[in-house]
Each structure stands twice: as structure tokens, then as C-alpha cells.
């Protein structure tokens, strides 16, 4: 079987092999626990600000209310584990499809607006989302959250789940960037007009985009509900939540294929780093931050290392940068 | 013979705002047809309804013979209706190449992108010389060359071209043109929209003169260039 034209070699090999060196971390270099944890929380992390990039990168269609999505697979996965006893990876799906259509439901509409409507409707939809899950008790557990079924060694299941999901997040991010889908995708981003000219569909495409980014945010909280065994609507549903994706997005680079990883990874460091010595003010940090990056170098990291390289007489294709 | 594409007593407009009053109008295979008029006259909005992107309020758009009506804009491309939009509305930040590939997006052109490359390169060899800048960074002529070059890229039958020779310089209206007039020879049907009535009418083969969105006068481009009316109220002389 021949690979698809946008199929590179070399990024699929230092993925894969990045992949692999980190599924072996934990029996042979016998990481600490606390170590292999926080890895843990990154995969999924990242897989989430690349499933928040699909949309937000690629389609420019910036989400203030995945957290919405993120907590809705969770409760759901959560849900049909304990009262139905689905096994967890099957619990994981549901969890993602219902999220994927829930996204539609109300994206569906709000995408067809133009300019930053949308954008302002995540708002209210994250928000709606977060006060239904805390008073619809019965299924979620209200604000006293549920508490999810522990099985031994599920924390080492769970790291190579979690590199698993982050790699599909990263050959994702790929194939919507570089296969002709993701030119339609460009296409739609920079003039939604042009792009019906040529015949493409903008509403068949970006729901498609929607439901998958709906789908993979589901996944990532479920797992993320698993890795916790519990699961409360204010830190799962929270605007700070939200807001956490953008941030990522962001600091890696909106719209690069792999930028929000990077930004995803930084994001973990940085917070533990700013919660740990400045409970008060972390947020306060980040949003500074988020200023400095968008005012000098709107590609966040990945903009910044393209200048570091250019300075090294390295040349990139302009386009597939932004 | 049925025409290639027919416009039947089409109303349509935005809003409240009605703009077009039973306009009707056909253009036959191979023939080169001109709708003119001054701004506001409705010319924008007839190429909007053909196109899709607004629908009739009474009346309706047949292509070969048959209704567009349950037709998705989308779908139109795929059957041989392109568009060159007033303005070009190029993609700036993607390639010319990676414009002209994004113009043959459905299945049909997308199977003879290659050969459709081929002829489009041969007819603007400047956008050869251009393929891997950006849209963006081209001249206004060469980013209607472009646009055009885009819209053959999805093997049209019908090529619907919206005041091509806005905003450019003479010499770059000449060889616009000439482009056209070329694709007429190679037996491309053109619904042409302008307000550069003396080279429109020079080219054409039939016209349309539309004014406060109805058709006031249609003929031969011959007879409507020698027309004492319309010399009187367009062209100045």
C-alpha cells in the first residue's frame, strides 16, 4: 500500500520513535511514580490542545468552551462505568461520540456566523454546560462530583493509553493540516466565499472538524476522569478550563501542526511551576503571558523556533507555518 | 437548441431589499455573453443567483435544460458552473499553485489536475513563473489571471467572470481580454459581467443591458454597439 501524497517519512519516524522511547520509560528506566504521573497528565493534555487546534488553528473558529465537551465525555464515561459497569475504554468512546454531537448541536448553527460570534457563543454554551452538570445531580453527582471504579496497575495502563491518544491527536493534527482536506481547511479559514466558489462544502467540512475535535476533547476527559477515578463539574467544566486551551494553543502556535504539543507541554510545566509559588496571582501570570506572545510572536514557540532556524539559514515553505 | 444556461423571470434580492425584477436571459454553448450595466444595476446579484449563493424569490436558473433550484452552491462547481468573483477572493496566504489545486476540488476536475494545470499554465504562462508565491504577493493583474486560472481548474462548461477588469491598469485590461477572448476560441461559453462596455461589447456575441434590475435591452453585441441609445447614455459619444 502506497502512503497518502501529505505522508512524510521523517516526522512519522521521530513521532513514532519519541513514542515508543516513552512507552519504555517506565520498565526500564523505572521512572518515579510521580514522574510517570505528570507524564501521564501531559499526553493527555496534549492530545486535547492539538483535538482544541483543529478547530481554532485550522479553522479559526477559536473554542472559550471546550472545557464543556472535555466535561461532558467525562461525566458520560464516568456515568456508564458505574452504573452500567462498561469497561472503561468502551465508556472512554461513548463518552466521545456523545461529546462530538453535543459540539454539533450547538455548533452546527454558531459556526455559520461569522467573525468572533462563535467564539462568543462557546462562552455561554461552556458556562450553560457547567451549571446543568452542577444541578442535574442524579447523572453527575452535582457539585460533590463521583468517585470512578480503581483497578490495580491502571496508572501504568493508563501512560500508555495516554501516549496512544496523543498519538493519534499528533497523526490527526497531519492529515487535517497536509492532506488536500487541510488545504480546504486553509481555504475556508482565509475566505469562506472563495472556498463555496470552488465548490467546497465549508458547512460539511467544518462540522466534520467540529464533531472531530467534539469527539477527541470527549476522550481526553474521560480519561481524564479515569486517571483521577473522580470527576466534579468546577474543575472539569470551569472557564478556567476553557480559557487553559487557548492558552496552549497559544503559547505553541495557533494553526501549526504541532505547536499546541509544545505549548501543551509548557503549559504543565509552567503551571505547576506558577501554582506551587504564586497560589494568588498564577492566573494573573498567564494571562500576561498570553499577552507578550500574541504582541511578539503571534506562532507562540513554533514562530519563535522558525526565527531561531531562519537565523541558521533554514527555509520554510511560508505557508504551512501559520 | 437549448440554451446552456437560462435565466427565467428571476426576483431576488437581500433583506427587504429587493434587486432584481424578472430578469431573464440565456446563453447558448460557445457564445460569449455580456451583462452590462452601472452600479447597483443587479449584475452582482444575477451571477450570485446562478451561482446559488442567494436564491430566487420567483423564478428560476436552468442549466442544460434543468432547474437548479435543489442544487447546493457547492454542488454547482461539480457540474460546471465557476465563478470568477468580483474582487478574485484568492486564498493570499496559500500559493498560486495551491490556489489553482483548491480550484479543481471536486471529484470530476480533481481526476484531470494535471492536464487542467497544464492549459492554464499555457494560457497565463506568468502564473508558471509565479507558482510557489504567494497569491497574496501578486500584482492585481496577475491575481486576476489567477482567479481565473482557478476557476478552469474545475473543467467548467460555464465560466461566469464578474468585472474582470476592475481596478486594472489598461495595458493588463488588454491582455485580460485577450485571455478571454482566447478561451472563446478553445470554445468556452462566458457569461461576462462588466462596465467596460466598448471592450465587453467588442468581444462578445450577444449582450445584456440590465438597468435598476431588469433587462432593458438585449441583441447582438453588434447591434447594441451601433444602438443610439445605449451610445447616448453609456458610452459618452
Known amino acids: 500500500m502506497k502512503p497518502p501524497r501529505w505522508f512524510r517519512w ?6 513514532l520513535g519519541l513514542a515508543v522511547a516513552l512507552a519504555l520509560l517506565p520498565p526500564v528506566a523505572r521512572i518515579s511514580v510521580y514522574t510517570q504521573n505528570q507524564l501521564t497528565l501531559t499526553f493527555v493534555t496534549i492530545a486535547a490542545a492539538l483535538a482544541w487546534n ?19 465525555g467525562g461525566f458520560v464515561a464516568a456515568r456508564l462505568q458505574i452504573s452500567a459497569h462498561l469497561p472503561m475504554i468502551l465508556a472512554w468512546t461513548a463518552g466521545g461520540l456523545v461529546a462530538g454531537l453535543y459540539a454539533l448541536a450547538w455548533g452546527h448553527p454558531t459556526l455559520r456566523l461569522r467573525g468572533p460570534y462563535f467564539s462568543i457563543a462557546t462562552i455561554g454554551v461552556g458556562e450553560a454546560t457547567r451549571l446543568v452538570c452542577t444541578y442535574w445531580d442524579w447523572f453527575t453527582g452535582g457539585s460533590s462530583g463521583m ?6 496497575g491502571l496508572k501504568l495502563q493508563l501512560y500508555w493509553y495516554g501516549i496512544a491518544i496523543a498519538l493519534v491527536g499528533v497523526a490527526t493534527s497531519y492529515w487535517l493540516r497536509r492532506s488536500p482536506l487541510g488545504m480546504a481547511l486553509l481555504a475556508i479559514k482565509s475566505d469562506v466565499d472563495a472556498a463555496g466558489d470552488v465548490g467546497i462544502s465549508s458547512v460539511r467540512l467544518q462540522d466534520g472538524v467540529l464533531f472531530l475535535s467534539g469527539l477527541a476533547m470527549g ?12 470527576i466534579e463539574p468546577v474543575e472539569t467544566l470551569g472557564f478556567e478550563k476553557s480559557i487553559s486551551f487557548v492558552f496552549m494553543g497559544v503559547i505553541g502556535g495557533v494553526g501549526t501542526i504541532l505547536g499546541p504539543a509544545l505549548g ?47 537565523r541558521f539559514g533554514y527555509r520554510e515553505r511560508p505557508d504551512l507555518s501559520t | ?10 426576483d431576488a434580492g437581500y433583506g427587504d431589499v429587493q434587486v432584481l425584477f424578472g430578469v431573464s436571459l440565456q446563453v447558448r454553448e460557445g457564445e460569449i455573453v455580456t451583462l452590462l450595466g452601472s452600479n447597483g444595476a443587479g449584475k452582482t446579484t444575477t451571477l450570485r443567483c446562478i451561482c446559488g449563493l442567494i436564491s430566487p424569490r420567483k423564478g428560476e436558473v436552468l442549466f442544460h435544460g434543468e432547474s437548479l433550484a435543489a442544487v447546493a452552491p457547492d454542488h454547482r462547481a461539480g457540474l460546471g458552473i465557476a465563478l470568477v468573483p468580483e474582487g478574485r477572493e484568492l486564498w493570499p496566504q496559500l500559493t498560486v499553485r495551491e490556489n489553482l489545486e483548491l480550484g479543481a476540488y471536486h471529484r470530476r476536475a480533481r481526476r484531470s489536475l494535471s492536464k487542467n494545470l497544464d492549459r492554464v499554465q499555457a494560457l497565463f504562462p506568468r502564473l508558471l513563473e509565479r507558482k510557489s508565491q504567494l497569491a497574496g504577493s501578486l500584482s492585481g ?14 473543467d467548467p462548461k460555464l465560466l461566469l467572470l464578474d468585472e474582470p477588469s476592475l481596478g486594472l491598469a489598461p495595458i493588463v485590461v488588454d491582455q485580460m481580454f485577450e485571455a478571454v477572448r482566447q478561451l472563446h476560441r478553445e470554445g468556452m461559453t462566458l457569461l ?11 468581444i462578445a456575441t450577444r449582450g445584456y443591458v440590465v438597468e435598476t434590475g431588469r433587462v432593458r435591452l438585449e441583441g447582438e453585441a453588434a447591434a447594441l454597439r451601433s444602438d443610439p441609445g445605449i451610445r447616448a447614455a453609456y458610452l459618452g459619444i
Request: charged share 10%.
Open chain 2, 141 to 154: 493583474g496577475e491575481q486576476q489571471m489567477c482567479a481565473i486560472a482557478r476557476a478552469l481548474m474545475s
Open chain 1, 54 to 72: 483543529w478547530l481554532g488553528g485550522y479553522l479559526g473558529q477559536v473554542s472559550f468552551g471546550h472545557a464543556a465537551l472535555f466535561g461532558l
Open chain 1, 147 to 152: 468517585s470512578l471504579p480503581v483497578t490495580a
Open chain 2, 192 to 202: 461576462l459581467v462588466e462596465q467596460n462596455l466598448v471592450a465587453a461589447l467588442e
Open chain 1, 219 to 230: 476522550i481526553c476527559g474521560a480519561f481524564n476522569a479515569s486517571y483521577y477515578s473522580f
Open chain 1, 264 to 310: 501543551a507541554v509548557v503549559f504543565v510545566l509552567v503551571r505547576q511551576y506558577f501554582i506551587a509559588s504564586y497560589p494568588q496571582l498564577y492566573l494573573g501570570l498567564f494571562g500576561v503571558l498570553l499577552v507578550l506572545v500574541i504582541l511578539f510572536e503571534p506562532l507562540g514557540l513554533t514562530g519563535l523556533s522558525l526565527r531561531v532556524a531562519r
Open chain 1, 10 to 15: 521523517r516526522p512519522a519516524a521521530i513521532v
Open chain 2, 1 to 10: 437548441m437549448t440554451a446552456l444556461l437560462e435565466v427565467r423571470g428571476v
